[in-house]
């Protein structure tokens, strides 16, 4: 079947460690997506790649890094400059005709213990 | 002041009732509006997408858009407890590779 899939879909982060969420897509899209949903905020774009090995900065970049080598992969990388990681993090994938985010993968929540 | 405004409710009708949702918006070049279904723990889903103004329908559900008044809604008539979710709007201007700005999502319960 085509879709999008996260994982791991828990994450749990020690204080001064990097994580890395990984977002493996089928359908063939050329975009790709990350972003952070927390309560009261809606959805915030961190990051998103419309080709690979092109990526671009969302409006909450800071301590987060992206890599686009393949078309299917969009890891995001929580370094431990982000203070305040704990959140729902959602991976989205569009394009064609769309053009738009047309599909979203089932979240990682991340905790930072 | 945000860009999208959604009433984030929550919001809780009897079974059958007609449900509607709304989003205000402030920037004129915006020109999709999509509605996204996001069920409690899982990722949105693709609900509705539209283009300008008008009105969409599938089934039980209706995207309304009035640029003039920069005002898009969403009817769910004969509201079902599976419709209980949180429906996100969302929208983007008509240029390529535009971003998609997000409304902060209402939360609806549908009671049996």
């Known amino acids: 079947d085509g879709g999008i899939t996260q994982s791991p879909k828990y994450l749990f982060r020690k204080e001064g460690q990097n994580v890395t969420l990984s977002c493996e897509q089928n359908l063939n899209h050329d975009a790709m997506y990350w972003y952070r949903q927390d309560p009261g905020q809606g959805l915030r774009l961190i990051y998103y790649s419309q080709i690979v090995n092109d990526f671009q900065k969302g409006d909450i970049a800071e301590g987060y890094s992206v890599s686009r080598e393949k078309k299917e992969s969009f890891p995001l990388t929580v370094t431990s400059a982000q203070k305040n990681p704990t959140a729902f993090y959602l991976c989205?994938?569009?394009?064609?005709?769309?053009?738009?985010?047309?599909?979203f993968g089932q979240g990682t929540r991340l905790t930072v213990v | 002041q945000k860009e999208v405004e959604q009433d984030p409710g929550p919001l809780s009708v009897p079974e059958g009732a007609i449900v509607s949702l709304n989003c205000t918006y402030s920037n004129s070049a915006f020109q999709y509006f999509m509605w996204y279904r996001q069920y409690s723990r899982k990722g949105p889903e693709l609900l509705m997408y539209?283009?300008?103004?008008g009105n969409k329908e599938d089934g039980r559900f209706t995207a309304q858009v009035d640029k003039s008044s920069k005002y898009i809604s969403l009817f769910i008539r004969d509201s079902q407890p599976s419709d209980s979710a949180t429906y996100l709007c969302a929208m983007r201007p008509g240029t390529s590779g535009s971003r998609l700005t997000f409304g902060e999502g209402t939360q609806l319960t549908v009671n049996p």
């Open positions: 989205a994938c569009g394009g064609g005709g769309l053009g738009t985010e047309a599909f």
């Open positions: 539209t283009y300008s103004s």
